[in-house]
């Protein structure tokens, strides 16, 4: 649909529930073959680049995401904050950027506009939580706004 576009995956909390338990939120890879459609991926977490590639291809292996998720670039915030710079930067020729992630200490204060906020997975993690379809729906109705304006 947008593939000027580049959408920046929390993964503690918002993907998986974290990164010592790695229990996958529901609809996960629903969701991710989803927001595909809207743009590239990439992976925004402050969890360590080696312990990333280990979960990505952990994930894989149990089949809880699609293949190319072990593929996904990541990028890994210096501080505490995610900010849209470190995005633009990875991919300076997108002309949308976007950030799906549980906490929103992690976003500058100047920065709402590319803050895609969901909900922290949390236990008791239920398998009936909607969160990532939710947030898909809500992603895809805000691309298509944006792209009328």
Known sequence: MMNNTLICLDLEGTLISNAISQIPRPDLYAFLTKVAELGSL????????????????????????????????????SGTKKPKSQ?????????????????????????????????????????????LLRVAEFTQQKLLREAKS
């Open 42 to 77: 990439v992976l925004f977490t402050s969890v360590s680049p080696d312990r990333t590639k280990q979960i990505q291809q952990l994930l894989v292996a149990e089949h809880v995401v699609p293949a190319w998720f072990n593929d996904l670039q990541a990028i890994h915030p």
């Open 87 to 131: 995005a633009i930067e990875h991919a300076p020729a997108a002309s949308h950027y976007y950030l799906i992630d549980d906490q929103s200490q992690c976003i500058e204060a100047s920065e709402n506009d590319w803050w895609i906020p969901i909900e922290e997975y949390l236990p008791p993690y239920r398998s009936d939580d909607q969160e």
